[in-house]
């Protein structure tokens, strides 16, 4: 899927039984950072503890970027001020918390979902599972031998054989890590192109969340395209 300049503003969400919405965001790092209603103050103790271990400034913004843009979703989804929202972490494999899948403890049938890449962050919030995925445009992934290790042969295949297959392999990329973070192959799955922000998006669930929103005050309301095919 691809979207022409402004595909990617504000629109309702549509709203469900947890009393919350579907929404997501797609920003670059340097719009969240700027966001009126978001600081670093709003991380919580262990979050920030973490952030001091990054050593690289422009990884550090990007992965506060995303904290921050996940706050700003889940606040526009349940209606709750920025600060009043607290995500948490837990790893499924070794059930401690601070790593591992995001979730909203006050909301359980809440999914949530973050991503940051390179100067880009992504958030989503919507019921069940849900998984979003966020890459710069000029990115391609590994060899095709190594993603065949990773992805499904077929599908790897068939986007090494388009006449540029570069594009192609990052779409299926981000939709693969889309689907991995929700959880399950079953779900609803979308995925489009940012160029104002030269970002590929995919969407995995969330299915309220027919738009990608800007996280800047005033931005132009535009649909995102309906499928990831």
């Known amino acids: ?105 006050d909301h359980p049938g809440v999914g949530v979902s973050y991503s940051h890449a390179d100067g880009l962050a992504a958030a989503a919030v919507g019921p069940g599972p849900v998984g979003i995925d966020v890459e710069p445009l000029t990115r391609r992934p590994g060899p095709v031998s190594v993603l065949r290790r990773l992805l499904p042969h077929d599908e790897v295949d068939a986007a090494g054989a388009e006449p540029d297959p570069g594009p192609a392999l990052l779409r299926l990329w981000v939709r693969r890590e889309a689907l991995f973070k ?12 940012d160029r104002r922000r030269a970002a590929v998006v995919a969407l995995a669930g969330a299915d309220g969340a027919r738009r990608a929103l800007s996280p800047a005050p005033s931005p132009s309301a535009a649909q995102a395209p309906p499928s990831g095919r």
């Open 182 to 193: 929700a959880g399950r192959d079953d779900v609803r799955l979308a995925e489009w192109t």
């Open 1 to 105: 899927m691809s979207a022409g300049p402004g595909r990617v503003g504000v629109g309702p969400a549509a709203a469900y039984g947890e009393g919350a919405a579907a929404v997501a965001l797609v920003a670059t790092t340097a719009e969240v950072l700027a966001h009126p209603e978001l600081d670093e103050g709003l991380l919580a103790p262990w979050e920030r503890r973490r952030l001091a271990g990054i050593r690289v400034p422009t990884r550090r913004d990007d992965v506060l970027a995303a904290r921050l843009l996940l706050r700003l979703c889940a606040s526009r989804a349940t209606g709750l001020s920025p600060r009043d929202v607290g995500p948490a972490q837990r790893c499924p494999g070794c059930g401690r918390d601070g790593h591992g899948r995001p979730y909203l403890p």
